[in-house]
């Protein structure tokens, strides 16, 4: 699996989703939660955390959370800014892979946000990211995670993009192009972030991420073999509203049995 979010796209990773509500996406777990829990909530495992976004609300709310991802630069941002939390326990995190997660200890829920499992590109790793969140948790706990929808992906296709995010001391220019591999429903999204600052200097990174994309049956099974039932597949953030021709992210809600 090639590598992405390095140094220089982690240092710019807050910038660029700075305008991503993840107050109101902790508000749409909690609800989740209240609606469909079958236990109280007091420990949750965040796969594939990135820089805290859901954990820190979360750990503010007064959750125990336990964050991982494979990214040890993200990960350091996710600890600074933890560092700032007063009058609440901070989010434990751990750097490792989601696939091969055995802590030894179990959960009262799992979230894997922001497309975590699409950056899973076979059959064999998605099933292994669905394994480790199940043996991390209860029976009967509860799993939430968001992913690509695949008949919107197909029909619609990625368009290329570009976004410029003025900073304090210049612009973050992102662009981005992509394409589709059909057959192993993944897309190929290569970014070029240019860091432009006032001074007139330039500095320019590139990655590319691949990302699959995941059709209502496929899941079904996947959460099956892994141990999982799934209760809904609904619009993501719009969770009560199922999925239509314009949807291109899903939220997906099981349980461990």
């Known amino acids: 699996m090639s590598r992405v979010f390095g140094q220089d796209y982690a240092n710019a990773y807050d910038s660029l989703y700075a305008t991503k509500d993840y107050e109101a996406e902790c508000d749409l777990i909690e609800r989740i939660v209240h609606e469909h829990g079958h236990q109280p909530v007091h420990r949750i495992l965040d796969l594939g955390c990135g820089t805290g976004g859901h954990a820190i609300p979360l ?5 125990c959370v336990v964050g991982v991802d494979r990214s040890e630069e993200m990960i350091e941002h996710a600890r600074a800014k933890a560092m700032a939390l007063e009058d609440c326990d901070r989010p434990e995190y751990r750097v490792a892979s989601i696939t091969s997660l ?21 059959n064999e790793s998605v099933l292994a990211a669905l394994r480790s969140m199940r043996r991390h948790l209860r029976s009967g706990a509860l799993a939430i995670f968001d992913v690509w929808y695949g008949p919107v992906v197909l029909g619609e296709r990625p368009a290329d993009r570009t976004r410029e995010i003025p900073q304090p001391d210049g612009a973050l ?3 981005a192009s992509s394409t589709l591999d059909i057959h192993r429903h993944l897309c190929h999204v290569s970014f070029d972030l ?23 049956h496929e899941l079904d099974l996947f959460l099956h073999i892994a141990g999982f039932s799934l209760i809904r597949i609904g619009q993501f953030p719009d969770f009560d509203r199922d999925p239509d021709e314009a949807t291109w992210n899903v939220m997906v809600l099981a349980r461990a049995v």
């Open 102 to 122: 055995r802590f030894g200890d179990r959960f009262d829920l799992a979230i894997m946000m922001f497309a975590v499992l699409g950056y899973q590109h076979d």
């Open 173 to 175: 220019i992102r662009s």
């Open 59 to 63: 750990a503010r709310r007064g959750y």
């Open 194 to 216: 240019r860091n432009v600052p006032t001074d007139g200097t330039t500095k320019q990174t590139h990655e590319t991420h691949t990302m699959r994309f995941f059709f209502p």
